[in-house]
């Protein structure tokens, strides 16, 4: 078993910046392939970024893409998400997420993860 937790959500006024962590344990003798998803009322979870068990490919939903930055450091089995620019429509509640597998590449579809973070709330003013 993983247990993830996330931290670094709050509110923040549009334009500015948030940096999330997802802090793993429990089973981490190894690396994970990893993900964050987010979830605004009303509106299904969506997928946000992902990272690769390396750090050495990663991927963006359109949305995001040049204003977040998905990073890992194995050492200290955390994922972060940097967010920059951030927009009203950021709001939501963020989650980070761990593929038991082993994948080699990225992980995109929320069914592809097996544990989930318990999600972190951020909220973008405008």
């Known amino acids: 078993q993983v247990q993830l937790v996330e931290s670094g959500g709050g509110l923040v006024q549009a334009g500015g910046s948030l940096r999330l962590s997802c802090a793993a344990s429990g089973r981490t003798s190894r690396s994970y392939a990893m993900g964050w998803f987010r979830q605004a009322p009303g509106k299904e979870r969506e997928f946000v970024a992902a990272i690769s068990r390396s750090g050495g490919s990663t991927a963006y939903a359109d949305s995001v893409k040049g204003r977040f930055t998905i990073s890992r450091d194995n050492a200290k089995n955390t994922v972060y998400l940097q967010m920059n620019s951030l927009k009203s429509e950021d709001t939501a509640v963020y989650y980070c997420?761990?593929?038991?597998?082993?994948?080699?590449?990225?992980?995109?579809?929320?069914?592809?993860?097996?544990?989930w973070g318990q999600g972190t709330q951020v909220t973008v003013s405008s």
């Open positions: 997420a761990a593929d038991k597998g082993h994948t080699i590449g990225v992980v995109i579809r929320p069914s592809g993860y097996d544990y």
